[in-house]
């Protein structure tokens, strides 16, 4: 079965640009998180939705993030414009409800020059 | 509220030796508990997840871990290290049954280092 799946895997762009990450999570999984994971904070949520609504995004750093899921088998993690601040890797997430273990991406390793 | 704490950022070991990695939790509902391991440049990987069946959970890789409601601990433990576990670990907890928020709450991480 296919994973959760992330792209792109590496990205290195400069300050000020606009960065789209996307993710497709497991085919039937309610719930989707996007985090966050630097040296510095450790493993942040920054986001998460079930059945395609936002339920909480309290970890959104500042405006300048924002993410989307227009269906089920999408999601969009948007920065713009980006600072060198955003480097990090960030990871989309997906689960069954009722407390199942989430499943995770190989995530996007985000570089800002 | 719901916290996760893991008591050592850094552990080591010898090849062959027992691992142990700690983890304390605050839950004020029962709750369900997961230790996940992340290899260098690769994302979270379930380990086991205990979801108030048997206390004594097994899980991949030789791993184990023990729900301890008493202690309010879920520590993971492995009786003989390899090489190959040389990785982070996180702790995480999330409520129970039909109050879940399909949130996981996560602990800081605990780097495990084998030695050879």
């Known amino acids: 079965d296919a994973g959760v799946i992330q792209s792109p895997r590496h990205e290195v762009t400069e300050m000020g640009q606009e960065v789209t990450l996307r993710c497709k999570p497991i085919s039937g999984h309610d719930y989707l998180f996007w985090y966050r994971q630097t040296m510095m904070r450790g493993l942040e949520l920054l986001i998460y939705?079930?059945?395609?609504?936002?339920?909480?995004d309290s970890g959104m750093p500042e405006d300048r993030f924002s993410a989307k899921m227009p269906n089920a088998s999408f999601s969009t993690l948007k920065i713009q414009p980006s600072e060198p601040r955003d480097s990090a890797v960030y990871f989309c997430?997906?689960?069954?409800?009722?407390?199942?273990?989430?499943?995770f991406g190989d995530g996007t390793r985000l570089s800002i020059l | 509220a719901q916290s996760v704490t893991q008591l050592g950022s850094h552990v080591s070991v010898s090849e062959g030796a027992l691992v142990l990695l700690r983890c304390n939790y605050s839950?004020?509902?029962?709750?369900?508990l997961f230790w996940y391991v992340q290899y260098p440049n690769q994302g979270l990987q379930l380990l086991l997840k205990y979801t108030s069946a048997a206390t004594l959970v097994k899980g991949i890789n030789g791993f184990e871990a023990e729900f301890k409601k008493s202690e309010t601990s879920f520590h993971l433990t492995k009786p003989s290290a390899h090489m190959s576990d040389a990785a982070e670990y996180f702790c995480?907890?999330?409520?129970?049954?039909?109050?879940?928020?399909?949130?996981?709450?996560f602990g800081q991480g605990t780097t495990l280092q084998v030695k050879p």
């Open positions: 995480a907890v999330t409520r129970y049954g039909s109050s879940n928020t399909g949130k996981l709450i």
């Open positions: 939705f079930n059945n395609n609504v936002p339920i909480d």
């Open positions: 997430a997906s689960s069954f409800p009722g407390g199942q273990p989430q499943h």
């Open positions: 839950s004020s509902v029962p709750p369900y």
